[in-house]
């Protein structure tokens, strides 16, 4: 598929689909468990495909499950039946520890399991693109630094973060590369943690490596799609746009509307109903509500798409994703 002749068709679009990072909320249509989900292949490609035969959507995404490079540099990972795994501890603590960290082979771990999932996936999703979710290289770092850590080594220990992020984003293009060779049609790449940094601090330790990652995979047939959910992205605007993605995709702490202004129409700008007030803990009503005020303040942009603010989470009601679609087609037909 020409993914950017596909870009250019969604902006050309009037009537364009809704695009959720909407993946895990697929164990609850078969008998699975979430810990059993994130290890199993045959099982992520089977709840890409309820999901795509449940809903309309512009594409399919695979899980965003930002473990999964973590544990392949070796970092401890704590599992559970009915949640996303989460990340324990730190692996790089001093400089030295940055100097040694090796850069793993794709197939360690669990990232093996995920390359499969998307050669099984595109077998049984024809009718639209496939993504495959990764991790941004900050975001990959912060997690093997620790969160607050690396806030505060940017500061005192810069050489030490940007030679983590040298390895996590060499890593980040051998990982994506195998993707594509698998067939997908591009990634999601969740950078969240970037939007807690300045945006000087964006610009050195983020926009660069993100740059190369892009640089070094997309082409006509595969796009790059950049996401962050952070508080502060709308001062990083210029370091954001200067990655050079194919196209954006932001949370719900800002006004979708008010970032859409910063962006050339030439560029899709996705976002942003939010997953854990709308989808996890609304109602269908709120989240009609919710959809369509968006979709209301944001129709001036012919490149925006409506979805959700970030990934969906596994126990989201059915009922609320439902009602998501619904909102979405009952705007485009009033």
Not at 94 to 105: G, I, R, S
Not at 180 to 185: Q, Y
Not at 226 to 232: A, I, L, Q
């Amino acid at each position: 598929m020409n993914m950017q002749k596909w870009l250019e068709d969604l902006k050309a679009a009037r009537v364009k689909k809704a695009m959720p990072i909407l993946s895990f909320p697929g164990v609850s249509l078969m008998d699975a468990t979430v810990g059993e989900l994130i290890k199993d292949s045959t099982l992520q490609a089977k709840a890409m495909e309820l999901v795509a035969k449940r809903v309309d959507s512009l594409a399919s995404v695979s899980l965003m499950d930002l473990s999964v490079e973590v544990e392949a540099f070796g970092a401890e990972v704590k599992f559970f039946d009915d949640e996303v795994p989460t990340v324990t501890g730190a692996i790089v603590t001093t400089p030295e520890e940055a100097e040694d960290l090796k850069v793993p082979e794709v197939g360690t771990k669990r990232t093996g399991i995920y390359v499969d999932a998307i050669k099984k996936a595109i077998r049984v999703i024809t009718d639209r693109p496939v993504f495959a979710g990764v991790i941004g290289p900050f975001s990959l770092a912060g997690r093997l630094m620790d969160v607050s850590e690396i806030m505060v080594n940017c500061y005192v220990e810069p050489e030490m973060v940007h030679k983590t992020m040298e390895k996590t984003t060499e890593f980040l293009i051998n990982y994506i590369k195998e993707y594509k060779n698998a067939g997908a049609n591009g990634v999601v790449m969740a950078e969240p943690l970037t939007g807690m940094l300045s945006p000087d601090l964006a610009r050195e330790f983020s926009e660069p490596y993100v740059k190369k990652i892009s640089d070094s995979v997309k082409d006509e047939d595969f796009l790059i799609i950049y996401h962050n959910c952070g508080d502060n992205i709308i001062q990083m605007c210029d370091s954001i746009i200067a990655t050079g993605c194919d196209a954006y995709h932001f949370g719900d702490s800002i006004k979708l509307a008010d970032m859409l202004s910063h962006f050339s129409k030439d560029t899709v700008v996705m976002g942003n109903v939010s997953p854990s007030r709308q989808f996890k803990e609304g109602t269908p009503e709120s989240m009609k509500k919710e959809t369509i005020e968006i979709m209301t303040e944001c129709k001036d942009y012919p490149n925006f798409v409506i979805s959700s603010g970030c990934d969906i989470p596994p126990t989201c009601s059915w009922d609320n994703i439902d009602a998501f679609f619904e909102a979405v087609k009952e705007y485009y037909e009033g």
